[in-house]
């Protein structure tokens, strides 16, 4: 290994170091509850009227935080506009489970831009609400909130998935402080 490749990887380390010492740095607790959102979005797809697509979300935080009350979720979809086409019901789902959405053809609404168009763009949408509890802090709460979203899009009469993806992008929800940091002194 070069002389260059060691200082690099050194100055990495130490720069992990200062980071980790920042983030163990203890956090006074706080007086009231804290809740944290955040909200996942897919890229637009088409779809015809012989396909559906299907919003499913997997809760893939370990097993060891089912103590904690689980991730509320709220999927929905939104056409080009930004307008909500469909949207479900809101569910908790623990460490391990899913949950899912499908919209089809004939459920798009006719005031939706491209209702009647041949082919409909849409995107689908997850937005969740983590809230700390007194004795639980909301990183803790956070923890069982690690969220896989996947979109499909599948042949309705066959089920033959014909686009697939997980690529998902965060959108910006406002400002949530997850936590009061000491000032530095």
Same mark, same amino acid.
């Given at each position: 290994m070069t002389m260059v490749w060691r200082s690099a990887l050194a100055a990495l380390a130490l720069s992990a170091a200062q980071l980790t010492a920042q983030v163990t740095t203890p956090v006074p607790s706080l007086p009231t509850p804290v809740v944290a959102q955040q909200t996942l979005t897919t890229g637009m797809v088409g779809f015809t009227s012989s396909q559906t697509v299907e919003l499913t979300v997997l809760n893939t935080a370990p097993a060891a935080t089912t103590?904690?009350?689980?991730c509320e979720v709220q999927l929905a979809f939104y056409d080009s506009q930004g307008h909500v086409v469909k949207q479900g019901t809101a569910t908790t789902i623990g460490p391990g489970t899913s949950t899912s959405l499908t919209l089809s053809r004939s459920e798009v609404p006719t /005031?939706? /831009? @491209?209702?009647? /168009? @041949?082919r409909v763009p849409v995107r689908g949408q997850v937005s969740t609400v983590a809230a700390s509890t007194a004795s639980s802090s909301s990183t803790v709460a956070l923890a069982a909130c690690a969220l896989f979203p996947s979109l499909e899009v599948y042949?309705? =009469? =066959?089920?033959? =998935?014909?686009?697939? =993806?997980t690529d998902t992008r965060a959108l910006y929800t406002g400002v949530v402080p997850l936590a009061v940091l000491p000032a530095e002194r």
């Open positions: 103590t904690l009350p689980g /005031a939706t /831009a @491209a209702a009647s /168009a @041949a042949d309705t =009469t =066959t089920g033959v =998935t014909q686009v697939f =993806t």
